[in-house]
């Protein structure tokens, strides 16, 4: 038994330097990893401010544009709403319901146009909007003030619903 202690102490003590060696290397190889961690935390933290900086950015810009979107918006409600008008004026006989009707189809055509994505697609929608409203505006301007036959009706713009 003591012959096995002998042969074990005599072993450790050849790889003592090893050992102390090893462990040297372990504390500086921790060192080493720890340095590595922290330069990729402040790294991180770093990606992490540019991100939210930029994101804060880009969030302000949408909430400047969507402001803006909703005044236009509204800009084209108030222009719908004034076209209807006109029409009455212009179409005194013609019944409530018919002038409503081209309101409502002028914010349906609003409507599509401006919650289409595709925007290839708007297009044609802005293009059709833009045809409708051409379209009451000739037939408006075509009888001014109701100066007209009471028979007569927005035959153009009646047309263009038909066609939908």
Do not use: C
């Amino acid at each position: 038994m003591h012959e096995l202690k002998d042969y074990h102490l005599s072993w450790r003590s050849r790889r003592q330097g090893e050992f102390a060696s090893f462990k040297k290397q372990e504390k500086l190889d921790a060192q080493d990893l720890l340095i590595l961690l922290k330069k990729k935390s402040v790294q991180l933290e770093h990606e992490i401010a540019a991100m939210q900086a930029k994101n804060s950015a880009e969030l302000a810009m949408l909430k400047i544009k969507y402001k803006q979107d909703i005044q236009d918006y509204k800009q084209y409600l108030k222009a719908l709403e004034q076209f209807k008008d006109l029409i009455q004026k212009s179409y005194p006989h013609l019944p409530e319901s018919v002038a409503l009707t081209i309101h409502h189809h002028a914010k349906d055509l609003l409507n599509s146009m401006w919650e289409e994505r595709n925007v290839t697609h708007k297009r044609v929608l802005e293009l059709e909007l833009i045809q409708f409203m051409s379209s009451l505006h000739e037939d408006a301007q075509a009888y001014p003030g109701g100066s007209m036959e009471s028979t007569m009706l927005p035959a153009n713009t009646l047309r263009l619903i038909r066609s939908k």
